[in-house]
């Protein structure tokens, strides 16, 4: 087995310049949400204790929240073994819904052999 020892922190973004990253309310494990970053959203976020995302639709770094008051407040940041994706362990703010649908959690469908199911 090889394992990757390394303590140098070198996140390794897409041809695009981004990183996914994965984002898990710190109290419970819940997953919130799923977007990229980029250099200067992980740069903001790292600074500023707020979460950043590099908005693909919009082609423009944002503050999560920035509009909604919904913002995430870092616990702690994480990298995957090969340094290509990202887990960042917030605490929520304001009412402490992440999904724009004003849910808790952008993951709120599953998947069935007949389409999608609303979970509660």
Not at 37 to 48: F, S, V
Request: glycine residues 10%; charged residues 25%.
């Amino acid at each position: 087995m090889n394992q990757d020892e390394s303590v140098s922190f070198s996140p390794k973004y897409d041809a695009n310049g981004l990183i996914g990253a994965i984002v898990v309310d710190a109290r419970d494990g819940t997953v919130l949400m799923f977007a990229h970053m980029n250099a200067e959203a992980l740069a903001a976020t790292r600074k500023t204790g707020l979460v950043h995302f590099w908005s693909r639709s919009r082609g423009k770094l944002w503050l999560k929240g920035e509009t909604s008051g919904e913002t995430f407040k870092v616990v702690s940041l994480h990298v995957d073994c090969d340094q290509d994706c990202l887990l960042v362990r917030v605490t929520p703010q304001g009412k402490g819904n992440a999904c724009h649908t004003g849910r808790r959690s952008c993951f709120y469908r599953r998947v069935t052999d007949t389409g999608l199911a609303f979970e509660s």
